[in-house]
């Protein structure tokens, strides 16, 4: 969980910040100060999400600060969950829109950044059972050399979906069986970890035709 605090004048303009959010999280949440510096009373203003991320799940993109009086301070709240398939180590921009009743308009940017995960995780392929297909996702913490094999019940290999250079953050590979029988298969992902030994994990998946 990661609050972001950002205070915002009416009268400035892309201001930027920048902002680590934690890897596949939940409740985060941005905090905009609207200060009203005009003379007057500024109504209901309306402050809202624009162009955010798929990866970025809103549980509201718009919230309305009803009757902002002259030199009154308000604060527009939005929370939010972080995908984990959001790329990261990578600056993303969100920006809001904040607009008064009398149609005048600004514009907030900040710059925000994911933090890789914390450790390495294996997913349970899905469907399991299937056929043909199936999908098989695993997490790393930091770049690595990563293998990605299929084993038949006996230990033997039936084939490899990667092999390569893999950067931090989420992966998926798909297994195409149309061409194996039906039975039990084990995939392992091997890849080095920090101190530059190869660790090895597997799971079962079930192939039914």
Known sequence: MKTIVIILLCTITFTKGQNILPFASQNNTIELSVSNSAAVDAGNVIVEVQNAPQWLTFANHKTEISNLKSGEVSTARFTFSVEKNAPVNQQTKLQFLISSPTGERWTKEIAIQVSPP??????????????????????????????????????????????????????????????????????????????????????KMLMVK
């Open 118 to 203: 914390e450790k390495f995780e294996l997913y349970q392929n899905y469907p399991n059972p299937f056929n043909p297909s199936t999908t098989i996702s695993y997490q790393l913490p930091t770049a690595s050399a990563v293998s990605l094999k299929v084993f038949d019940i006996v230990g033997r290999e039936v084939a490899i979906l990667f092999e390569g250079m893999k950067e931090a953050g989420f992966h998926e590979e798909k297994f195409q069986a149309k061409s194996f029988a039906s039975g039990m298969y084990i995939y392992q992902v091997a890849f080095k970890n920090e101190k530059g030994t190869t660790e090895f994990f597997r799971k």
